[in-house]
């Protein structure tokens, strides 16, 4: 029941979290003639905007389909994309903001003379412009349901606020990245409402390696290689960075949203070209070549280095027998590891897992059981693959959510 501190408002919504779903759902509601409310705990909004991708912000992917999404309902994300699609993200980003994009690989989008600062700022005045407040500093303590809406506690400067509403969206995030404010505020009120919460994990993360692999991996630390990464049925090309803890880069954190603790990764060290093939076409030439030289060519020279401890990389290539030769084949195109562990939420770019997507309305993002309250964004169980894509996702459900409010 509504105290008498309560502050019975005319927002249509209260937004709590001011990230990329947070503020796009405001701007949205905004354009709709709505009027919406954010509370933002940080003391600006926009935090993991303004560091995602070195502070240049890789907004959208081209190619974003279901297919680069986890979920454990692989069709949720559907109806979201096809109300906002990634031409519309394009097209709001540039109507907007004066923002054009760039594609730099992979269908990866990147303002072109902009920094990620200036989409927060793009979202701030919009959201100024349609009467949209934003109060940062402004943590909230409870969210109650009672007979005309919902009663929300929140402490900002040492003062508790109380207000009600219709509608709260939760745009809170994921647990990842706990230095810019990120908690599991977002999964503890979906489980106060009797909501089901899947599994959450550290995704899109580097790997560790310990015991006695550890010191191999720690000489090569700096190294990049472009490889193919396989764990199950599901494998990634990209670079691969090995660190004095293990594995990192692209193709690493890609596979970490699939790999679970137990389960080895294998590793082409040679996607595109086949080494038995190299070395023969090699041998035919100069078969007094070392596999060290050859392999030298292909990689950089510390690292070849580093194979010795695997391969007879003193010989020539004349001189390698069929063992030799199947040893180099299965090392090269098949190196298995067995990593330790993750580095956790404070490494990790997003949170696999969430709100379960059985729990809402794919078109709307609002409780099934729950009328008018809403979740979007990286709290939902819908993770997406490295490349701008979790952006896209953030866009659209915000988007989405503004619809219904």
């Known amino acids: 029941m509504a105290t008498n501190l309560t502050k019975h408002t005319d927002y249509d919504a209260v937004i709590i979290g001011g990230g990329a779903c947070g503020l796009m759902c405001a701007a949205q509601a905004g354009l709709l003639g709505k009027r919406t409310l954010i509370l933002e705990k940080n003391s600006s909004p926009g935090a993991k905007i303004i560091i995602s991708g070195g502070g240049r912000c890789n907004y959208t992917n081209l190619n974003t389909s279901a297919h680069q999404f986890i979920s454990e309902n692989a069709h949720f994300c559907k109806s979201a994309f096809s109300q906002f699609t990634v031409a519309d993200t394009i097209s709001f980003f540039e109507v907007y903001g004066g923002i054009h994009g760039k594609e730099k690989t992979l269908g990866q989008l990147f303002p072109e003379n902009n920094k990620a600062k200036d989409i927060v700022k793009m979202f701030t005045d919009l959201c100024a412009d349609t009467g949209q407040e934003i109060r940062c500093e402004a943590t909230v303590k409870s969210i109650d349901k009672n007979s005309i809406g919902f009663e929300i506690s929140y402490l900002q400067n040492g003062k508790e606020e109380i207000i009600q509403t219709s509608k709260v969206v939760i745009a809170t995030g994921g647990l990842p990245i706990a230095k810019i404010?990120?908690?599991?505020?977002?999964?503890?009120?979906?489980?106060?409402?009797?909501?089901?919460?899947?599994?959450?994990?550290?995704?899109?993360?580097?790997?560790?390696?310990?015991?006695?692999?550890?010191?191999?991996?720690?000489?090569?630390?700096?190294?990049?290689?472009?490889?193919?990464?396989?764990?199950?049925e599901t494998s990634f090309e990209e670079n691969i960075?090995?660190?004095?803890?293990?594995?990192s880069g692209p193709a690493i954190l890609q596979i970490s949203s699939y790999w679970k603790p137990g389960l080895a990764i294998e590793i082409d060290l040679l996607p595109q070209k086949n080494i038995l093939g190299l070395i023969e076409a090699e041998r035919q030439l100069n078969g007094k070549k070392q596999m060290l030289t050859l392999l030298s060519g292909l990689y950089t020279r510390k690292f070849a280095e580093a194979l010795m401890l695997f391969l007879p990389l003193e010989k020539n290539l004349a001189s390698l027998s069929k063992a030799d030769l199947q040893k180099t084949e299965q090392l090269i195109h098949h190196f298995k590891t067995k990593p330790a562990g993750d580095k956790g939420y404070d490494k990790a770019e997003v949170m696999r897992g969430g709100v379960s997507t059985w729990e809402l309305s794919s078109k709307t993002l609002e409780a099934k059981n729950v009328p008018g309250l809403f979740f979007g964004g990286e709290c939902v169980d819908v993770t997406g693959w490295l490349g701008g894509y979790n952006f896209q996702w953030a866009w659209a459900s915000g988007f989405v959510i503004a619809q219904g409010l």
Do not use: M
């Open 181 to 232: 404010g990120a908690t599991d505020f977002g999964l503890k009120i979906a489980r106060q409402f009797g909501l089901q919460i899947t599994q959450t994990a550290p995704a899109l993360v580097p790997l560790t390696i310990t015991g006695k692999e550890q010191q191999w991996y720690g000489q090569l630390s700096g190294s990049s290689v472009f490889c193919k990464v396989i764990c199950g």
């Open 241 to 247: 960075l090995f660190t004095h803890w293990g594995l």
